[in-house]
């Protein structure tokens, strides 16, 4: 088991820049892939970016250029960095974890790939 908890959301004017984090806990020994998903009113949830535990990171295309993943192994925590912040980015993000390694061909976009999930955080750009 692995226990999640997303914070660092808040609302930010379009432009803005906001850093998410993701304390895990449990048995992060075995986490092979990681990621942030998020979901906005009316949407199914969406993956923004993942990364393994090599590091190697990859992005959907909403977030290239503009998002960074990445994770501190010593503190068990997961970031999401967001630059350039849009309107269209407001969403509740969560993050997420799984024993199997990501897919590189696009599986880890979809949220049945990941076997534990936070709570979320909602994140609010404004024009």
């Known amino acids: 088991q692995v226990h999640l908890v997303e914070s660092g959301g808040g609302s930010v004017q379009s432009g803005g820049s906001l850093r998410l984090s993701c304390a895990a806990s449990?048995?992060?020994?075995?986490?092979?892939?990681w990621g942030w998903f998020r979901q906005s009113p009316g949407k199914e949830r969406e993956g923004v970016a993942a990364?393994?535990?090599?590091?190697?990171?990859m992005y959907r295309d909403p977030a290239k250029g503009r998002f960074t993943i990445s994770q501190d192994a010593d503190k068990n925590t997961l970031y999401l960095q967001m630059n350039s912040l849009k309107p269209e980015d407001t969403a509740n993000y969560y993050c997420?974890?799984?024993?199997?390694?990501?897919?590189?061909?696009?599986?880890?976009?979809?949220?049945?790939?990941?076997?534990?999930w936070g709570q979320g955080t909602q994140v609010t750009v404004s024009s």
């Open positions: 997420s974890a799984d024993p199997h390694p990501c897919d590189p061909y696009g599986g880890s976009w979809y949220d049945t790939w990941f076997a534990y």
């Open positions: 449990g048995d992060t020994a075995k986490t092979k892939c």
């Open positions: 990364i393994d535990h090599y590091g190697s990171a």
